[in-house]
């Protein structure tokens, strides 16, 4: 453990586990520190979806049947907040695997690939002479922080949190359903809209079931969390029990800060890279957490920059996109109007797709289809 690391990783999640696998994929001979402050298996709040970009992202960090002994589930169904359903098959698979399996399988193969894994909380960070140390202990050239949404490494480079409006809650358990139980349902909920409940079928006779909500609307409601949160989502999925019951934030892309300083690089939630459609952040914390790496081994010197413009070259667009449509998803109509039109197009419930669980944009048909939809809809609405 004794000398300079050439990148210290903090946080074994998704982000952690993929950029220590980049960079020892680019550069085997590279010294890489994995810090976690959590021994795994370790549980995470989460609703265990990962999509179709997500396992794309699994081949190119060189783990490409990581999550292959699980179904792939094809059949989505989304209903809107004002009760507009669509139910059709996506055009590319995802997975639902528990994050207790996922992230010790990512953090195994990181290991296999001499990733030295250490338990230990961060707390402290000092940068100095082309170097960064950890707690007066650990020293790297780079630092890639993938401590999740409560990020303490984004705190001390003096980082903003993220805003509450852009930060979600959300709780989920776990339910007995059929076995044969093969549909990903998303329901959004008016009421404390934006909100959405979802069932995940594993496809072992469990499914990970959940509800969330945008924090500042739980807060209006003046109740606990804990008691807004659980009876939500007793009362909107009441033929399913949940137990281990467990909740965290989500921030959300549109409160991302400037992904990193100096020397150190946020990925994954503690970059809020979670899209604010879906909640979907496993595909780009494992892309964002590849794309640090790769700076921190091709331009160690100064990896911000290369980091920023990957990023963006990767998301940019997608970003901006997401941006403006959680705007909109402010108003029910439009999204009542999106799924309106999913339902009867299947090439817009693929935009969609692409859209929540990947790096997808609108293009500008489909967003004048959506328009149209939204101000046909209100019209009808208003004559009644
Ligand atoms: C209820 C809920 C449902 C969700 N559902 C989905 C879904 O179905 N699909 C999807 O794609 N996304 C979902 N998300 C989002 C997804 O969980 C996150 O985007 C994803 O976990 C981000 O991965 P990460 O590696 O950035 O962070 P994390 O997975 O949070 O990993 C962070 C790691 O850092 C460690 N750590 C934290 N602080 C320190 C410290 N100071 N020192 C050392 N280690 C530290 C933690 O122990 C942890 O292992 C959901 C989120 C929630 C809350």
Not at 54 to 70: F, K, S
Not at 141 to 149: F, K, S
Not at 298 to 316: E, I, N, S, V
């Amino acid at each position: 453990m004794a000398g300079t690391w050439d990148v210290i990783i903090v946080g074994g999640g998704p982000a952690g586990s993929a950029a220590a696998l980049r960079v020892k994929q680019l550069r085997p001979q590279a010294r890489v520190l994995l810090l976690d402050r959590a021994d795994f298996p370790r549980d995470k709040a989460c609703g265990d979806g990962i999509a179709a970009h997500g396992v794309d992202e699994l081949a190119l960090l060189g783990v490409p049947g990581l999550v292959a002994d699980y179904r792939p589930i094809q059949r989505l169904a989304v209903i809107s907040p004002g009760g507009a359903r669509v139910a059709a098959t996506a055009a590319r698979p995802n997975h639902v695997v528990p994050r207790k399996v996922f992230d010790a399988r990512l953090v195994r193969a990181a290991e296999e690939r001499g990733v030295h894994l250490t338990r230990h909380p961060v707390r402290a960070l000092s940068a100095h002479d082309g170097h960064v140390t950890v707690d007066g202990r650990f020293t790297a050239r780079v630092v890639i922080a993938a401590d999740g949404a409560n990020s303490t490494v984004r705190r001390l480079i003096g980082a903003a949190a993220t805003p509450e409006r852009h930060t979600a809650i959300a709780v989920r358990g776990y339910a007995d359903v059929p076995e044969d139980d093969d549909v990903q349902l998303i329901a959004m909920q008016r009421d404390g809209w934006p909100a959405y409940t979802w069932s995940f079928p594993v496809g072992d006779g469990t499914a990970n079931i959940g509800f969330g909500m945008l924090l500042p609307r739980l807060r209006a409601t003046g109740r606990p969390g804990r008691q807004v949160l659980h009876g939500r989502l007793a009362e909107l999925l009441p033929h399913l029990r949940a137990r281990d019951l467990r909740a965290h934030h989500l921030p959300l892309s549109p409160g991302r800060p400037v992904p990193g300083a100096g020397r150190v690089l946020l990925a994954g939630d503690a970059a809020s890279l979670i899209n604010p459609l879906t909640g979907e952040g496993i595909y780009y914390a494992l892309l964002s957490g590849r794309l640090a790496g790769e700076a921190a081994v091709q331009a160690a010197a100064d990896p911000l920059p290369a980091y920023r413009r990957a990023l963006r070259a990767a998301l940019g667009r997608h970003l901006l996109t997401t941006d403006v449509l959680a705007r909109l998803a402010q108003f029910p109509g439009f999204i009542d109007a999106a799924i309106d039109v999913a339902a009867r197009r299947s090439e817009v419930f693929d935009l969609l797709v692409e859209v929540g669980l990947g790096a997808g944009t609108v293009p500008p048909p489909l967003a004048r289809a959506v328009a149209t939809r939204w101000f046909l809809n209100a019209r009808r609405t208003r004559r009644r």
